[in-house]
């Protein structure tokens, strides 16, 4: 059995991940086609620091294994078609490489 197995098995949900492409002149982004990542998704209200340093509450963690290059400026659609804002994204190494990334919105 993989290190990695039974942490995929709690990935029982689906979200979409639409990478940012372009801005325009106006401040508006562009965003590329969207891609299907299974993850798990929990609902948990912490403190966190955003991406100008500020203290921010962030409501729900996303868990998805590997490193999926997943920018704070990228738009991710939850199972229940809500697409809050990404305030932080962590990545957490193992001895192979990058193991999962937490995803904080």
């Known amino acids: 059995m993989s290190p990695v197995s039974p942490f995929a098995d709690l990935m029982v949900h689906t979200i979409t991940l ?55 400026v990228d738009r991710i659609t939850l199972p229940d078609g809500t697409q809050p804002p990404i305030i932080a994204v962590r990545t957490y190494p193992d001895e192979f490489g990058t193991h999962h990334q937490e995803v904080l919105l």
């Open 18 to 72: 639409e990478r940012r492409v372009s801005v325009d002149q106006y401040g508006s982004a562009t965003f590329g086609a969207g891609t299907h990542f299974k993850c798990r998704v929990v609902g948990q209200e912490r403190f966190t620091r955003g991406a100008g340093g500020q203290e921010v509450v962030s409501t729900t963690t996303i868990y998805i294994l590997g490193d999926n290059n997943i920018q704070s």
